[in-house]
């Protein structure tokens, strides 16, 4: 029997105290469990790095409050086979790491993903989550129709991505200059390596967003940015759209 790839799990946070312990609480609870799991901090002011620090994972801190080096910064200390990247406000399903195995098992595949539910402790936000789904297939149909039949599907932070360590340094890692958005252009320089699979499996991710804007506002949001975004607007202008909430 082969052995299963080890699988290094990779966190970026920045004041996440309210939502990281209950994701570690997720990620402690893997079967079988992760090879490492490393947060790297932005340079939180609440209580983030003491939850991870008492998690007893492994606690890593970037020069910058931004995702993509963060990520980056997590991907250069990984030693496992497989990289996943997994938001401080997702949870995942306790055999997460076999079935991305199983996934990735398959060479063609560069980057696997899962359907992300939003929602919170007394609600589900299924218009919100549909639109999430829809957005990883049309969005390239729509804009990138030549890359869409080569088999890209836009995969966001909160749908968790995982790849193979080498084809992520391959397609270059994110890119550090983008304040938003570095997970669909990672998701373009991947499909170049094979294709982006949405796993028909969920995880939960919070609705913070949404609590605030108002479930109208927060499509209205969401559609924009993907079409101005894939009409070819900079992110660094889409980002007053899309505020820091915690």
Request: hydrophobic share 50%; aromatic share 8%; proline share 4%.
């Amino acid at each position: 029997m082969a052995l299963m790839a080890r699988l290094s799990i990779i966190i970026p946070t920045l004041n996440e105290a309210t939502t990281l312990a209950r994701a570690l609480q997720h990620v402690k609870a893997l079967d079988p469990p992760a090879w490492e799991v490393l947060v790297v901090d932005g340079g939180s002011t609440d209580h983030t790095v003491q939850i991870a620090m008492e998690a007893g994972v492994a606690m890593l801190h970037s020069k910058a409050a931004s995702r993509a080096l963060q990520m980056n910064d997590g991907a250069r200390a990984a030693t496992g086979d497989h990289l996943c990247f997994l938001h401080a406000d997702t949870q995942i399903p306790t055999d997460l790491i076999s079935v991305a195995e199983r996934a990735l098992a398959d060479g063609s595949i560069a980057c696997v993903g899962f359907i992300a539910m939003m929602g919170n402790s007394s609600k589900t936000r299924w218009d919100i989550s549909a639109l999430n789904v829809l957005k990883t297939y049309l969005a390239p149909l729509l804009f990138r129709p030549y890359l869409y039949f080569r088999g890209l599907r836009l995969l966001f932070g909160d749908q968790v991505m995982i790849c193979r360590r080498e084809t992520f340094w391959k397609a270059g890692g994110f890119n550090e200059a983008l304040p938003i958005l570095e997970d669909g252009d990672l998701c373009l320089r991947l499909v170049r390596h094979g294709r982006i699979l949405l796993i028909n499996r969920v995880v939960i991710t919070s609705d913070r967003r949404v609590q605030r804007w108002g479930a109208a506002r927060a499509v209205v949001i969401y559609v924009s940015i993907g079409v101005l975004w894939g009409l070819g607007m900079p992110p660094a202008r889409l980002k007053r759209f899309y505020e820091d909430i915690r």
